[in-house]
């Protein structure tokens, strides 16, 4: 049976005459949904969030190097394929993703990739051709072997980490503008959306939301790609962002555009932090307000901190969200 959501997008398809996307919205069984613990690249079967039942799935969250320590090298992919495993023996989704700009492989730069030095590290221009050739490689090589078996990626190469920021300074946005600046981001989001569209057929690719820059044109970049993306691929593009708290709202850019694009694209977020701070940021209220924040926006997954998630306390208050969840998804019968 197609769900209320599947039904919007394939209506979304129709009306911008997508026979691809409609085809693979039909095909399309991934709709992660519910509440995600958020791990590291390392996971084990001790784990509680393998048998809290108030936890739906989990992200594993490694590096481009983690699985590829040398460019044009061989894959080890036995840090996601563990947290895989793990999930369908416990009944689990989940997702995963690859930080591209601050976890390159050894070799990148000596195989013609330009690198760009910001305040917070030395980095691949993301829109370099071998970063991008190389990249759309391990993308590919991803795609053969998770795709369907995952229920999404977070996309890396977008941004610093996951997120799609690169430049947070001035001198930064002033180092990128020498290489070709938001229009060289736009055209890098763009391709990087298609490697996955390419790679996951049958899973959700997930776009997580930040300004390229930090001023008002980085705002201006991200909407337009985003808007350009998200009718592309129906049910399949999909955006979250890795801010929410008790007070997020809809006058943030990346918020509005996870409750513009709810009804027909899978959408998420991030908590900010867990509820004991971090590196000087807060929830800026109670765990209870900021996951009712997320139902506000449209969220069909909330990723939440396992000091949260995996707390007994809430368990009742994560189990009553996630019902939420699962109707904003269309997934209201399928816990």
């Known amino acids: 049976m197609i769900s209320k959501f599947q039904f919007k997008s394939l209506l979304l398809a129709l009306a911008l005459g997508q ?50 320590r040398k460019v044009d090298g061989p894959y080890d992919w036995s840090g996601p394929d563990a947290a895989l495993t793990l999930a369908q023996r416990h009944g ?4 995963i993703s690859f930080v591209a700009l601050m976890a390159p492989p050894e070799g990148l730069e000596a195989a013609g990739c330009k690198f760009v030095q910001l305040s917070y590290g030395k980095v691949p221009w993301v829109n370099d051709p071998v970063f991008l050739a190389k ?12 795709d369907g078996k995952v229920d999404y990626v977070a996309m890396g190469g ?34 990087i959306t298609e490697a996955h569209a390419m790679a996951f057929q049958r899973t959700p690719f997930i776009f997580t ?26 049910k399949r593009f999909g955006i979250m962002n890795c801010s929410l708290n008790a007070h997020s709202r809809t006058g943030y850019l990346p918020n509005e555009l996870v409750q513009k694009w709810s009804s027909t694209n899978p959408c998420g977020l991030q908590f900010l932090t867990s509820t004991h701070g971090f590196k000087g940021h807060s929830m800026g209220g109670s765990l209870a307000e ?9 969220a069909h997954w909330i990723e939440i901190y396992s000091l949260d998630g995996d707390n007994p306390a809430n368990a009742n208050l994560l189990r009553g969200i996630s019902a939420k969840l699962r109707g904003a998804a269309g997934q209201e019968d399928n816990p």
């Open 158 to 191: 977008l941004g610093r980490v996951i997120e799609s920021g690169i430049g947070r300074r001035p001198s930064d946005m002033q180092a990128l503008d020498a290489l070709g600046g938001l229009a060289g981001w736009e055209s890098a989001a763009k391709a």
């Open 209 to 234: 939301a930040a300004k390229p820059y930090n001023k008002p044109a980085g705002r201006d970049a991200l909407e337009h790609v985003i808007n350009y993306l998200a009718p592309k691929y129906p």
């Open 290 to 298: 900021a996951l009712d924040a997320g139902v506000r926006l449209g």
């Open 19 to 68: 026979t691809a996307a409609i085809q693979a919205a039909l095909g399309q069984a991934k709709s992660p949904h519910g509440i995600f613990d958020i791990l590291s690249d390392t996971v084990s079967d001790s784990q509680p969030c393998w048998t809290n039942p108030a936890i739906d799935g989990v992200r594993w969250r490694g590096g481009w190097n983690r699985v590829q």
């Open 92 to 95: 689990k989704q989940i997702g």
């Open 135 to 146: 990249w759309s490689d391990f993308i590919k090589a991803a795609g053969a072997r998770y």
